[in-house]
């Protein structure tokens, strides 16, 4: 699965979660960031086997600073800094290796 976005401006952070079929939170939430919430508690609940034994629960890209970043929601993060001067960003899910390579302008930035 590929998808690319043309950034023209503001402070883009685009990614992928693992899907939370039966999320269910008992209230609404606006604008959920998925790696610094208190709700990483309740991601973890809604795991399912499809899951599989994989640590990394949510990774995105930061374009405004070209930061690649990744989380379980338990208590390990990682990341790598790259260009922030951004035009096109594409991301390749690669759900057989369980692998997302962000791209730059058709330049690999890096996989998570």
């Known amino acids: 699965h590929y998808a690319e976005f043309q950034i023209t401006d503001g402070f883009p952070r685009i990614g992928i979660v693992r899907p939370m079929p039966n999320l269910d939170l008992g209230r609404p939430i606006v604008n959920v960031n998925f790696f610094f919430s208190s709700l ?3 991601f973890l609940a809604a795991r ?3 899951w599989g034994n994989g640590n990394v629960h949510a ?3 930061q374009a405004c ?5 990744w989380t379980d929601w338990n208590d390990e993060e990682g990341g790598i800094i ?11 899910l690669n759900l057989d290796e369980g692998t997302l390579a962000v791209y730059k302008n058709n330049r690999r930035l890096g996989v998570m």
């Open 40 to 42: 990483c508690d309740d």
């Open 48 to 50: 399912t086997v499809e």
């Open 59 to 61: 990774c995105e890209y």
């Open 65 to 69: 600073i070209g930061r690649l970043c």
């Open 82 to 92: 790259g260009e922030s001067s951004t035009h096109f960003v594409g991301m390749l």
